[in-house]
């Protein structure tokens, strides 16, 4: 079947100028998650959408950042007034159930959108 | 507030020699998952460890969740080409989905 889709694969923008990256998740799954990778760094939670419950928005790094999900399908994230230190890749993941008290659940990556900022 | 290092950043192995990098955590953790990204690629998933002790294996891997489960680690028995990436743990982290900072492995053939 379909595994997450991500658009566009690759943007470059100017600072300043606002950015909408697109998230497909698999079907049926019912999370979906959104990180930022650095280049050669590691993977840095921004947000989490489980059902319809309130998402766990913990992670974004500041208001210029936000996300939005609709019911269980895609999901935008949007990144405001970009800055330079805004350049990396940016996944988005789907499981089948969220986590709950503290249990992990297998996720599964979309290819990113490389985010380049000028 | 807990700590969690992975380690080592970079492992550079001859074709054929083992490799294996911890997980360490400064509190319990509750579960643990590993995943591996290839150069260019995205983050795949390998395993889930629950239980205090667990060991799993996947043909050349085995992994392992310590007995206090404040540590893990992936073993590689015989690198192969193949094995190129870098292998991240991920667990929760003051609940928050944390992962590792990555063990970047590199074969030489």
């Known amino acids: 079947g379909a595994g997450v889709s991500q658009s566009p694969s690759n943007k470059v923008t100017e600072k300043g100028k606002d950015v909408e990256l697109r998230c497909d998740p698999i079907s049926g799954h019912t999370a979906l998650y959104w990180y930022r990778q650095r280049l050669g760094q590691g993977l840095e939670f921004l947000i989490y959408f489980q059902g319809n419950s309130a998402p766990d928005k913990s992670g974004l790094p500041s208001d210029r950042f936000s996300a939005e999900r609709t019911g269980e399908s895609v999901s935008t994230l949007t990144i405001q007034r970009t800055q330079q230190e805004d350049s990396a890749v940016y996944l988005c993941?789907?499981?089948?159930?969220?986590?709950?008290?503290?249990?992990?659940?297998?996720?599964?990556f979309g290819p990113g959108t490389r985010l380049t900022v000028t | 507030g807990q700590q969690v290092m992975q380690i080592p950043q970079y492992q550079h192995v001859q074709e054929g020699e083992d490799f294996t990098t911890y997980c360490n955590s400064s509190t319990t953790l509750s579960n643990i998952q590993w995943y591996k990204q290839r150069p260019g690629g995205h983050p795949v998933f390998l395993i889930q460890l629950v239980k205090s002790g667990e060991v799993k294996k996947q043909k050349r891997l085995t992994f392992q969740f310590g007995e206090a489960k404040k540590n893990s680690s992936l073993h590689i028995t015989a690198t192969q080409t193949t094995d190129v990436g870098t292998y991240f743990c991920?667990?929760?982290?003051?609940?928050?989905?944390?992962f590792g900072t990555g063990t970047r492995l590199t074969i030489i053939p």
């Open positions: 991920q667990f929760f982290g003051n609940e928050k989905l944390t």
């Open positions: 993941a789907s499981s089948l159930r969220g986590t709950s008290g503290g249990a992990l659940v297998e996720q599964y």
